[in-house]
Nanobody, 128 residues
Framework: QLQLVESGGGLVQPGGSLRLSCTAS????????IAWFRQAPGKKREGVSC????????KYSDSVKDRFTFSEDNAKHTVYLQMDAMKPEDTAIYYC?????????????????????WGQGTQVTVSS
């Protein structure tokens, strides 16, 4: 059973930066499809970014493009979400998600229903 643990959330001022981490329990994440999602109070879950294993490359939602950066360190079984130029509307609980079949997808997807494994989430608050 894959276990994912997010960390790195907190309070940041508008324009500031945070880096979220998602670490897997003793499993290399490069054999999974991986994505970041977020959910703000009273809003639907939103896909933020995913990595495409077959096609290569990273996908971002329009709301975070050019501000957020997805990266991974396979030796540490960890993926990261670097968040820069943050806005109050980035306030949400952030989750990483994984799916074993994701390595077979022609392209990664930002649809939460496609992912089987989820972390517990980490709160991010952007406020002055």
């Amino acid at each position: 059973q894959l276990q994912l643990v997010e960390s790195g959330g907190g309070l940041v001022q508008p324009g500031g930066s945070l880096r979220l981490s998602c670490t897997a329990s003793g499993v290399s994440l490069d054999s999974y499809g991986i994505a970041w999602f977020r959910q703000a109070p009273g809003k639907k879950r939103e896909g933020v970014s995913c990595i495409s294993r077959r096609k290569g490359g990273i996908k971002y939602s329009d709301s975070v493009k050019d501000r957020f950066t997805f990266s991974e360190d396979n030796a540490k079984h960890t993926v990261y979400l670097q968040m820069d130029a943050m806005k109050p509307e980035d306030t949400a609980i952030y989750y990483c998600a994984a799916d074993r079949l994701g390595v077979l997808w022609s392209d990664c997807v930002l649809d939460g229903s496609e992912y089987d494994y989820w972390g517990q989430g980490t709160q991010v608050t952007v406020s002055s």
